[in-house]
């Protein structure tokens, strides 16, 4: 069965610093993957998304990620956090079958951002 | 606004009492997905239809949930002698079944509280 491990609860970051978010995945074919980013009492809004091709993807809110197969692996970063980035932001697997394309969530991870 | 919607966003219930949630997915889309998301957790399929059909089930769907798509457009979730623990934020989202875009939007979730 597909699962999905963002290692890190909580990340605390100054504004303007870089930002690092973890993702692994475990699945047993090439997944199709995802990063959701959630406000408080907002639903979930993609940020980005990889199928097939580069493997660094580009998103929106100047956000990126980095698809590496080796290691199973999809981290999200941003060169320079805004105060707005302050989110719960969660990694997701899929996989296109037949019968649909369900997702697989990690746990998430809560960003901070201190002045 | 041609977003995915859901009604009520809140809902305040007593333990054994039955709660109906309805879903309106973006229109074009014929795929509609439900996801339940506890406190500090990511969220989890509970089940997909792919236009009326209901396709898939998780084991996180009790006897005590139903989920209907009657006319391919709309849909509803109703629990049935609600317990404690499904005090959760119900999550709905769609896609439209294209090869190569399988990205699903989310609508701002129901909030479940069962007394």
């Known amino acids: 069965a597909q699962s999905v491990t963002q290692p890190d609860i909580h990340i605390t970051v100054s504004e303007g610093a870089s930002l690092e978010l973890r993702c692994n995945y475990s699945y047993g074919a090439t997944p199709y993957l995802f990063w959701y980013v959630q406000s408080p009492g907002q639903g979930l809004q993609l940020l980005l998304k990889?199928?097939?091709?580069?493997?660094l993807v580009q998103g929106i809110k100047g956000f990126e990620a980095e698809f590496k197969r080796s290691q199973s692996s999809f981290n999200l970063r941003k060169p320079s956090v805004h105060w707005s980035d302050a989110a719960e932001y969660f990694c997701a697997v899929g996989f296109i079958k037949a019968a649909g394309n369900k997702l697989t969530f990690g746990g998430g991870t809560r960003v901070l951002v201190k002045p | 606004d041609t977003g995915v919607s859901q009604d009520p966003r809140h809902k305040i219930t007593k333990r054994g009492q039955n709660v109906t949630f309805r879903c309106d997915p973006i229109s074009e889309h014929n795929r509609l997905y439900w996801y339940r998301q506890t406190l500090g957790q990511g969220p989890e399929f509970l089940t997909y239809f792919q236009n009326e059909a209901q396709l898939e089930k998780s084991r996180l769907l009790s006897d005590r949930f139903s989920a209907e798509r009657p006319k391919g457009s709309f849909s509803t979730l109703e629990i049935q002698r609600t317990e404690q623990g499904d005090s959760a934020m119900y999550l709905c989202?769609?896609?439209?079944?294209?090869?190569?875009?399988?990205?699903?939007?989310f609508g701002p979730g129901t909030r479940l509280t069962v007394l």
């Open positions: 989202a769609s896609s439209f079944r294209d090869l190569g875009n399988n990205e699903q939007f």
């Open positions: 990889y199928f097939s091709g580069d493997t």
